[in-house]
């Protein structure tokens, strides 16, 4: 949500508004403005109220924010699971902190599947990384699968806690029954998932 359209969003915090509204708030073009507001709407983010006794000539909608907005709103969740994270390896060493990653492991990942086809088990890991916020696209090289992001829900905390990629290579190793590396980007300004598996006669 950064650049114009974190803007955009930022001008409908504070009130509904029309696309005229915006254009000269923002000083942004009125099609600069309608794509940008077709990506919040089509995203859930956004949604366009009919405007009663509207003149011609006059913008037919107001824009205004829906409940899933909430969930963009900045907040200290980052900073708080950082601050535990770092506290939980100082009080419990390598060992125990090894372990309790091993645990929420345990509780991401659920009851792996022993049923199914690989690629029904693929299927279903997906929608595990989904509910995460970690949606990924499959790539097959020969035997080597790959699952990649366009970018990662836990981006601004896997610099200074790699460990975290280590947590959802964990879960997707448990839910597909294959041995499972992260191969993320950490170091690129928007950092992006990547896990790796190689299968042999697995798929």
């Not at 902190?97 to 199914?116: C, F, K, M, N, Q």
């Amino acid at each position: 949500m950064a650049g114009s359209r974190g803007r955009v969003l930022a001008e409908l915090r504070r009130a509904p508004a029309t696309i005229n509204d915006l254009t000269a708030r923002l000083a942004l073009s009125a099609n600069a403005v309608r794509s940008h507001l077709a990506a919040l709407e089509r995203d859930g983010i956004v949604v366009p109220e009919p405007r009663q006794g509207v003149g011609v000539g006059k913008p037919a909608h107001l824009y205004r924010l829906t409940a899933e907005a909430q969930a963009l709103t900045p907040k200290a969740y980052d900073a708080m699971l950082g601050v535990v994270l770092d506290a939980a390896r100082d009080r419990t060493g390598p060992d125990g902190y090894a372990a309790i990653l091993r645990g929420a492991v345990d509780r991401l990942a659920g009851e792996p599947r022993t049923s199914g086809s690989f690629d029904e088990r693929l299927t279903d890991t997906r929608a595990v990384l989904a509910a995460v916020g970690a949606n990924v696209e499959v790539e097959r090289d020969g035997n080597t699968l790959r699952l990649r992001g366009a970018d990662c829900p836990l981006a601004s905390m896997v610099a200074k806690h790699p460990e975290l990629c280590g947590v959802l290579a964990g879960v997707i190793a448990r839910r597909l029954g294959v041995a499972v590396n992260d191969c993320c980007d950490r170091g690129a300004t928007l950092p992006r998932c990547c896990f790796e598996a190689t299968l042999d006669a697995v798929a």
